[in-house]
């Protein structure tokens, strides 16, 4: 399999999960102000939608969107317990992903999109805030160590990834108690940390 990826973006969560499951993988990196490749492919070539990620499963086999590449990579070894294999585990993976994608992921993608006023960044930094204050209720809520259970998966993987973009927005995470929780704890894991270097995120 081949990730197509840029730094620190949401790509890294298929990253990180490529690494929990221990398969062979390449990397290749795309610039999304080109979209080039590190190769010098042109990257609407191999996705037409032209953002990371992509994963290449063979050859000319692509897969895209977050919501679909991280529950296939997740599946590939159901003894590591990274998602539920059916019913309403599996359920309420898909259900964290589609909100992380469709809400949270555009809230902080508003701060990426260009200059904004202030009156917009206000505005946007509230957006976020909103939907932080959901998801922090939401584990309070919960008796699980993780988003959906007491496994790491790939829901976990994206919120890390989504909320380290708090650092380049200068937004500030500590009244988010239970989500800084879940997040020290996604840190440590030795698959977040050799994706953070190969990405050049941390030394």
């Known amino acids: 399999m081949k990730l197509y990826y840029s730094p620190g973006a949401c790509s890294l969560a298929a990253h990180i999960i490529l690494n929990e499951i221990n398969v062979d993988f390449d990397l290749e990196r795309v610039d999304l102000k080109t979209h080039k490749t590190e190769k010098g492919t042109d990257y609407y070539e191999i996705n037409p939608k032209g953002y990371v990620p992509a994963l290449e499963i063979n050859p000319g086999l692509i897969?895209?969107?977050n919501v679909a590449i991280l529950?296939?990579?997740?599946?590939?070894?159901?003894k590591q317990d990274l998602i539920p294999p059916s019913g309403m585990g599996r359920a309420k993976v898909l259900e964290w992903l589609g909100y992380l994608n469709s809400?949270?992921?555009?809230?902080?993608?508003?701060f990426f999109?260009?200059?904004?006023?202030d009156d917009e960044k206000k505005k946007a930094y509230a957006e976020v805030d909103r939907l932080l204050s959901y998801i922090d209720k939401a584990i309070a809520e919960s008796d699980n160590d993780y988003l959906v259970d007491d496994n790491f998966g790939p829901a976990d993987a994206y919120l890390f990834v989504l909320t380290n973009w708090s650092n380049h927005i200068e937004h500030d995470l500590s009244p988010y108690k239970n989500i800084i929780h879940i997040r020290n704890k996604v840190a440590e894991r030795q698959s977040v940390q050799i994706a953070m270097r190969d990405e050049g995120l941390i030394p």
Do not use: I, N, R, W
């Open 71 to 78: 529950p296939f990579l997740a599946q590939h070894d159901p």
């Open 113 to 117: 999109g260009g200059k904004l006023s």
């Open 103 to 110: 809400e949270l992921h555009d809230a902080y993608a508003v």
């Open 63 to 65: 897969l895209t969107e």
